[in-house]
């Protein structure tokens, strides 16, 4: 019967640490809650420190393009001011200034050497334009276009051709530069102005305002004026046909030939036909009729033109 009781008792007895074993349970289970709690809480922590950073990522971007956008506009700046001020590129579309300069030649024009002469002149150079010199200017009868042409009389010569041979003062140039490709008779081109009084190509205005430039059979170039021939005589639109050019059309000097190319159409050949002779080389290109590929590359490479290698990055004349 005791054991009865002890084990009763004991029975009894372990009831309660059986609660407190499960107390102790209940513990352990809110300890390790607590620290589930605090794992739970780490990564929205993280998520903070990251909500944080993502303003400052967002001003660093836009500062980025900032810098960006204020660099980009800085070069156009730079190359704005370039392009006005001192030099600008230009591309010889006609034969008109043959052999000097041929069709396809890329310049490089100096627009400060000869820029109107200001408080800054003590800076640059600045010169006046001589006879001689090959110069870029707005066309007078359309200033929206650029011509390139020398300068054969300065204010105050007095010019006359005979037989395409150029006299000034008195005086016959000598043009090494000069070509003649087109020996048929004009005499209104030959003689100017002596010759003939009309040309078709003649600028309207132009005949009356020649006659009051003459003096005994020349012409007296007026002040602040230039008169401008292009080198391929014979085959040149220029002063004689439209007159003077005013000093504040003149845009600079060609400095530097910087790259050249020979476009065969430009020179009268047939980019669609199969055979053509090449007018620089004299060599004679033949492509097969049904060889399309090769049909469609003469067609592209006459299209683009040819580098003229040895006119590249050269001074221009």
Known sequence: MSEARDEAQGESQGEPQGEGASHGADGVAEENQNP???????????LSVEANAAPIAAEHSAQGWA??????????????FINTFLVQAFR??????????????????????????????WLLPY?????????????????SEFFVKRVIGVPGDRIHLQMGRVWCNGRA????????????????????????????????GWAGELRKQLDHGELVVPEGKYFVLGDNRD???????????????IVGRPVLLYFSLAQHSDQGADPAADEGEDEDTGAVATTAADDKLGLLRARFSRLLGEPRWRRILRVAP
């Not at 204020?70 to 700046?77: E, R």
């Not at 043959?98 to 890329?106: I, K, M, R």
């Not at 110069?135 to 009868?141: A, K």
């Not at 085959?235 to 007159?243: A, E, F, I, T």
Request: cysteine-free.
């Open 36 to 46: 589930g709690t605090i794992e739970d809480a780490a990564p929205g922590a993280e």
């Open 67 to 80: 810098a960006l956008v204020q660099f980009v506009f800085l070069v156009l700046t730079i190359a704005l």
């Open 92 to 121: 010889i579309p006609s034969g008109s200034m043959e052999n000097t300069l041929l069709v396809g030649d890329y310049l490089m024009v100096d627009k400060a050497r000869w820029a109107p002469a200001g408080w800054w002149s």
């Open 127 to 143: 010169q006046p334009v001589r006879r001689g010199e090959i110069v870029v200017f707005r066309y007078p009868v359309d200033p």
């Open 173 to 204: 140039l000598e043009e090494p530069y000069a070509v003649f490709k087109d020996r048929t008779p004009d005499e209104y081109r030959d003689d100017f102005p002596r010759g003939a009084r009309y040309n078709e190509n003649l600028r309207p």
């Open 235 to 249: 085959r040149s639109l220029d002063g004689r046909y439209w007159g003077f050019v005013p000093r504040e059309a």
